[in-house]
């Protein structure tokens, strides 16, 4: 049994990431509200992580950062702060986890650590140009760390396309919205949070020991095709 640390586990892809990992492994589980489950292998700390204290942990083998944010909005529109914000959501709160729980990954079984980008780094779309900006820092912090942690600690990153969670609400919130998401998608369809989290369980697992420093891309083909 392995011990998981899973920030941001209550909600979207992180609930998802708790629920495929809690039966068989230990899952600590940090974010301000709770997972809506209960399983006698998680522990829950209820914690703002980018403004309070992280809890001590003992020993951990992997690491799950999965907050975010999807805030579309003109560039002249956008304001400092937001871009501020976005940035310490996405990429400063992911450092500093990583920075707090290092030591004890690296006395793990074969640590690995999992961050989250987005389709939008790789594929020019208006209106994202906070969000595309923190998650291509994501994207460089996984390059640079992979190759810094080498050989002891493995790191990568997903980098889905739209997915069916409460944070992307507003961007299916009716039928003509989905309808013009799905064609827009060469496969015709968006991501469920389940089919993300077995990519999040894959990658962490010690079927991929040799995988590090990668981006990978659940795009449903709109960055890969042109059809």
Do not use: W
């Not at 006698?40 to 001590?56: A, F, G, Q, R, Y």
């Not at 975010?68 to 871009?83: D, T």
């Not at 912090?141 to 493995?154: C, D, M, T, Y």
């Not at 990568?156 to 739209?162: D, E, L, R």
């Amino acid at each position: 049994m392995k011990t998981y640390i899973i920030i941001g586990g209550s909600k979207g892809i992180g609930r998802s990431i708790v629920n495929s990992l809690v039966k068989e492994n230990k899952v600590i589980n940090i974010s301000r509200n709770a997972p809506d489950l209960e399983h006698k292998n998680l522990t829950h700390h209820s914690i703002d992580v980018l403004n309070d204290e992280l809890p001590e942990i003992e020993n951990a083998d992997r690491l799950v950062y999965c907050p975010g944010s999807i805030n579309l909005k003109p560039f002249n529109r956008l304001s400092i702060e937001e871009f501020k914000s976005d940035f310490e959501i996405n990429v400063l709160g992911a450092v500093k986890v990583i920075q707090k729980y290092l030591d004890i990954l690296k006395s793990g079984q074969n640590p690995s650590i999992l961050l989250f980008s987005t389709v939008a780094s790789k594929l020019g779309m208006p209106y994202h140009a906070s969000i595309a900006t923190a998650k291509s820092g994501v994207e460089g912090l996984v390059k640079s760390l992979g190759a810094e942690f080498a050989p002891n600690v493995r790191i990568n990153a997903i980098a889905p396309t739209v997915t069916d969670t409460e944070l992307a609400s507003k961007l299916l919130r009716n039928e003509k919205m989905i309808e013009n998401i799905t064609e827009r998608h060469p496969l015709k369809r968006f991501l469920d949070p389940k089919e993300v989290a077995e990519m999040a369980t894959f990658l962490l697992s010690d079927k991929a020991t040799s995988i590090s420093g990668q981006v990978f891309e659940m795009d449903c083909g709109i960055v890969t095709f042109k059809i």
